[in-house]
């Protein structure tokens, strides 16, 4: 596509319930990122895809949330059992390549989905 | 957590100005991007640098890559109103993988 989508665009839920977040990358674009703005901050990076190498989780701040990438296109973060303290924006990115201090990465981001738990 | 310090937080500024934003860190970074964001949308690429002292611009922006390689800077010349928005610096470690780092942001408001 012409850019990097995100859906849903909003998403409001009860404190406790699951959500999945859908991200569609880049057509071509290798690697996959996915961060989180709290309001009137910088972004936070969650996780990282590359191709069909293991993915970097280091940024995942518990083991509620997770995310997986289908077909090496798009992906779909998950946050189980949601508390208020999630509430955020999520931002997915991409890129043509990963890391190296050859290789350009310039990210490319979606409109993000605002995610509020009640 | 934040490891890149961006200043200012906010600028308020008459439109014809020119602006001037920075970040700074106590680490090495092989790669600076400067983004845009606005309101609602996600941050939009402006510049890419890639080599210690490399100044780059795109239109009426410039951005340069410190020698040291432990900061940059964002210049923009003759605001105009659509420059309004929140201005990040990000930064790529050698040892951070491909995970951006990302300043505060400074929140930039030009008035007509």
């Known amino acids: 596509g012409a850019g990097v989508s995100q859906s849903p665009s909003n998403k409001v839920t009860e404190k406790g319930k699951d959500v999945e977040l859908r991200c569609d990358p880049i057509?071509?674009?290798?690697?996959l990122y996915w961060y989180r703005q709290s309001l009137g901050q910088g972004l936070e990076f969650l996780i990282y895809?590359?191709?069909?190498?293991?993915?970097?989780k280091s940024g995942l701040p518990s083991d509620r949330f997770s995310a997986e990438r289908t077909g090496g296109s798009v992906s779909t973060l998950t946050i189980q059992r949601t508390q208020q303290e999630d509430s955020a924006v999520y931002l997915c990115a991409s890129s043509l390549v990963g890391s190296g201090r050859a290789m350009r990465n310039e990210q490319f981001f979606g409109p993000g989905t605002r995610l509020t738990v009640l | 957590g934040q490891q890149l310090n961006q200043s200012p937080q906010s600028m308020f500024i008459q439109e014809g100005e020119d602006v001037s934003m920075n970040c700074t860190s106590s680490s090495i970074f092989n790669t600076w991007l400067w983004y845009k964001q606005d309101p609602g949308e996600g941050p939009v690429l402006l510049i890419a640098l890639y080599k210690a002292g490399e100044l780059t611009s795109n239109g009426r922006l410039t951005a340069q890559f410190g020698i040291t390689r432990k900061d940059s800077f964002l210049n923009i010349s003759a605001s105009i109103p659509s420059d309004v928005g929140i201005y990040f610096c990000a930064g790529l470690r050698e040892t951070s993988g491909s995970r951006l780092t990302f300043g505060e942001g400074t929140q930039l408001t030009v008035n007509p």
């Open positions: 895809f590359q191709g069909n190498s293991a993915p970097d």
């Open positions: 057509s071509g674009h290798t690697a």
